[in-house]
DNA sequence: CCCACTTTCGCAACGCTGTTGCCAAAGTGC
DNA sequence: GCACTTTGGCAACAGCGTTGCGAAAGTGGG
């Protein structure tokens, strides 16, 4: 029971009692929304969350009561009174997730279950101005708004974009190309403009968050290689974004000493040695590179888990897939450790939209950073 | 207020009234520890946690009446009653903190404010058995334990060594050299004997957690070069371990592909190249490979501080700290980022020993894995 | 079919948490 | 010396999870 604060200069909060009940609900809202459809009852949520039979009860009282929670069924019974199944309400919220990606705006309408209702496209051009790309992404989110279960406006938006940014203040910083858009306070921007809150974060993260609540486990990394090459950290859980955002800067890492020189300057980076490999034709180094930076990331935080995703992968899973399992594999049997599984990220072209929905809805289910 | 479980497949915990109250005050605990001698205020802890005076009152009350905290002289008055100051007793409790280093133990007894109270050295042989080790930690342990104000037991007994381990159950791996140790449960066994609960932790955490809890606020890391190179890494003022206890291999992170082999089967491992430019007396060169692994150390995790550590830094401070600087202000410098700060870690011979100390007393100050 | 048994789950009383309202204590400053 | 400010404890309170107990809803043997 202690706030993750990661920033420097954060103050530790105590706790109320209020506090405490968020905390509880929050717990069994996340149990029944990893139940799915099948349900959960309520002393399989007691076993789950170490409170007592009787306060489970009350908590999923008050769920009912708020249309969060609904009954739904009877388990088998095992001598006695037979389990009744409590399932989440997916249509009792909704959020929407926005991509701003190169020269595309994804949008979609999540459910509580992060369930995709409905989703919007629309051409992006950042060139044209704040205000152009503002009332862009308001007419996408007024359209979907309208969609939703009796028209209630959702409980936030989450919008995820590539470059770096500032997550706690939702302010952006140099998005490559386009100088006019430094420090642009774009959350606060939408926010007066939507009237309801807004989350920024980047596409890396958003997409590792959304792979987090949709049902992978534990700690892990998402890389993500497409026109750059960029990491999403998942750790216990949460996403790890360090005290500035700047987490997850996976392509900048050197991993030749003296190598080719990278956009970013320096030389030697992951990115440059594996774009570069791609465009010889040389896929198999390519997922190779890949392999070590990610070995070298398993080794410094011990994760449980690697998943691939991006366009340059998804053009040859396969290669990429086996070319970084070969590595860890490799790094395993040197250890002697457990082998790092390496898979492929679900979530297709709408992955990091849905993923930024999850921004908001996050915190309702006790992942987000409060 | 999210129980932080790293650990995949662990529970995430519901919160009890005594939850909330252990929090509270481990929370207040810290503060008083934090204020040092100074002491701090009833007010300034409700302002810096959050709660009502009225409910700091009644911890410190608590706090008084069990003899941990006290009352120390009174601030100027600012034109009302002035502020009582309370200040943390340090020799309330005692804890008890083992380094197992090469051929050397050290033992150190430190009371609740972290201070080292006495200190005891003895040869180590790992090769002479478990029960000759066994016997010489219990023997510097009672050495220390009748020193104790009172000769009152310790709250328990820390235990940090460099191979790999299982901190969560207590158990070693692979002990370099010596293959006998291999999956010795090492804190049963010690505690079995003591008497008192025993924590077990790779040596690069103890000495992270020793400076964290002296005072290195938000995250950092800790590298340190002797015999071998290996990191602590803190996130958020809690040590990051990982699952398996794995985190922090930051010696065998690859920074040349293909390049010299290294010990552990690699090739291009930090560790070899930063350690065998040592070797040619090459220090410069040895701090600018140093510099690299830093900062894609920094890249991924986005942390505050780098703090370098060791015997071989410590020969010479000055071309590390320099060297790891440059490499990290260059870095900055390209991506228009803060510039990391680079620090020789304080805490000398005894870091080590008084940070496996910690080991046992962050949980009571709000900031173990508990 | 009935009855004993098991299991689930809600009502009521309870202990304990932090919170609120109020007042005594202990200073400053005109 | 008196008005004022500020600190901090006492008492009453609302709300949390817990405990004790009983109703509800099944199974299974006679």
Redesign the pocket.
Known sequence: MKRTNEGSGEQQL?????A??S???ALVLDLLRTAGTEGI???ELAERT????????????RLRADGLAAEAG?R??????????LRLVPEAGHAVGVHLDRDETRAVLVDLDGAVVARREAPLDLGAGAEAVLAGVAGLVGALRSEAAGGRPPLGVGVALPGPLDHRRGVLHRVTGFPEWDGFPLRDALADRLGVPVVVDKDTNAAALGLAVGGVGGSFAYLHLGTGLGAGLVIGGSVHRGPRTGAGEFGHQVVQLDGPPCGCGDRGCVEALCLGAVARGETEEAARVLGAGAANLVGLLDIDLVLLGGRTVEAEPEVFVRGVRGVLGARAERTGGVTVPVRLASGGTLGVASGAAQLVLAPVFGRGDA
């Open positions: 105590g706790a109320n009692l209020l405490l009940r905390h509880n609900t009852s309520r002393l170490g409170l007592t039979p009787q306060a489970v009860s009350k908590i999923t009282a009877h088998a019974s095992t001598g006695g009174k037979p389990r009744t199944v």
